[in-house]
DNA sequence: CCACTACCTGTAGCGTTTCTACGCATAGCC
DNA sequence: GGCTATGCGTAGAAACGCTACAGGTAGTGG
């Protein structure tokens, strides 16, 4: 699946995968591939300044520390965060809805 | 809705409507914001522009008019623009079942 | 007659977002 | 020594919908 599609969803797609608890960077790509059954398999270009830019804007809040010699930059997921992913959730329900009405009825 | 989200799907919408039979630039618009219950109600600066791509990679043929003493642009749907559509939804089916199970169900 | 609205098409330039293509580094295995 | 997995990051390009603007006809209300 193209992932050019994920054009303003991703950040949605960021914040459910942080909600359950803490990733890095490395790691928020991983459980977004298996929780996609590995359809959105996101490379690092894109995943690091979408993390950076959630961060900057509050959604999320990141923090280094090393890891089996390796720094590691790992995301929190803010109030306002789940906020916001709350709102995208029902935004995404409704914009769905009415893509599925358009798409599959015609008339 | 934020009609931003659109990003890659305003294609396959477009020929959705064109499905049934042909339609000019204006009443795309309209037939979209009834399709869709007011939901995208798109500037003629978006629609032309996507118009003229999808004629030019041929998905869709334009031909000029008059009605009412005002020139139209009426498009019709291409056997290709019908093959490609058929692909768009079973894309989009991929495409959110995936976003719903990365969304809805944290684990 | 004039203003206003609906109808109808179109372009120019902007901003956002994801992508590709790199660069850099450590750990572990063969 | 070389390869892979882990791990973070930037630079530049490409795509696409948006805003703002430009221009025109037909009909209606004052």
Redo the contacts between chains.
């Keep these: 699946?193209?992932t050019?599609?994920l054009?303003?969803?991703l950040d949605?797609?960021l914040l459910?995968?942080l909600?359950?608890g803490p990733l890095h960077g490395y790691g928020v790509v991983e459980k977004?591939r298996s929780?996609?059954?590995g359809?959105?398999d996101l490379p690092s270009g894109t995943i690091y300044p979408a993390l950076h830019r959630l961060e900057r804007t509050g959604l999320i809040t990141g923090d280094w520390s090393v890891h089996n010699g390796r720094r590691r930059r790992t995301y929190t997921i803010t109030a306002a965060g789940r906020t916001y992913l709350a709102s995208?959730?029902t935004?995404?329900r409704?914009?769905?809805g009415?893509?599925?009405?358009?798409?599959?009825f015609?008339?």
């Design positions: 699946m193209s050019e599609r054009k303003g969803h949605a797609l459910a995968v909600e359950p977004l929780r996609s059954a359809a959105f995208e959730r935004e995404w409704g914009f769905a009415v893509v599925d009405r358009v798409l599959e015609p008339a």
